[in-house]
């Protein structure tokens, strides 16, 4: 028995050897798991903030430069789109203008100086010209605001008085952009053209009267005022008005310079020209005075 007692410790040393080895593995996992701690429990959490918040940063610059390029893209269509509108205005604008006809050159006579001109010169100043063609702008302006039909009509027509009497100004520039695009429009366009026509027509202006009325059944042919526009030209036809046509000055002194260069073509062996010129005083101012006279002339420009 003492033997066995003596050398016992030799079978409980490997125990306690593996007990040790247990308890060092122990201590060192715990220090790794320690050292790692920062990755789990409020460590964790404290970074985890910390990035949640830099990608939220992160985040909202991104929406924000993504919100400027989109709202970057909607100013460029926008402009291209206003772009495109001016460009449809313009050319618009230059198809409703009417084509210049080409007159005699004969020198007219001068006419006499109105009222509010400069001494000397017979021409009003460039100032009272644009003071009184700005007057008149503000008053179209001012018809135009009342929003219905007597309104629409009253602002045309002094649009129209606007750009024959005060031409070269900024403001009959402007009313002739304006009436241009209101002539152009499909709805706007018949209501003014057919008032214009039906007053010349009600004054016995018959030939301006038809070429209205023809101007507006060209333009809108299947709108219910082109139906109206025909009839009226039918009953000038019929009737023969333009011989009982009122004519204005203007169209008094274009039918004077096609007969002073009827003559002159006449004079000169141009028998030819000669007939041309008498043919359209007679045709497009029948009845004046100037119209009687060409007839007249019209035998003498036959043959050779």
Known sequence: MIP???????????????????????????????????????????EGDTDSQKEREEKRKKEEEQRKQEEAARKKQEEARKEAAAKKAEAAKEAAKPKPTAKPTVAAKPKPATAGTKAGTGAKTDEAREAEASKL????????????????????????????????TAAAESAQQQLDLLLADAQLGPMILLAEAQEEFDA???????????????????????????????????????????????????????????????????????ASAYRRVVEEYPGCRYAVLAEEKLPSTLGT
């Open 4 to 46: 066995l007692r003596r050398f016992g410790f030799l079978w409980i040393a490997p125990i306690i050897l593996a007990l040790m080895a247990t308890s060092t593995q122990a201590r060192s996992s715990s220090y790794r798991n320690n050292r790692n701690g920062r990755n789990t429990g409020p460590y964790r959490l404290i």
């Open 137 to 168: 702008r503000e008053q179209a302006d001012k018809s135009f605001e009342k929003g219905d039909e007597e309104g629409l009509l009253a602002g045309a027509k002094i649009l129209r008085q606007l750009v024959a009497d005060y031409d070269g």
């Open 204 to 274: 016995m202006r018959y030939r301006r009267a038809r070429n209205r009325f023809q101007a507006l059944a060209q333009r809108f042919p299947n709108s219910e005022q082109a139906a109206t526009a025909r009839a009226r030209l039918a009953e000038i036809e019929q009737n023969d008005l333009l011989k009982k046509s009122v004519y204005t000055d203007e169209e008094l002194e274009d039918a004077r310079l096609w007969y002073l260069a009827g003559n002159i073509h006449l004079e000169n062996g141009r028998k030819g020209e000669a």
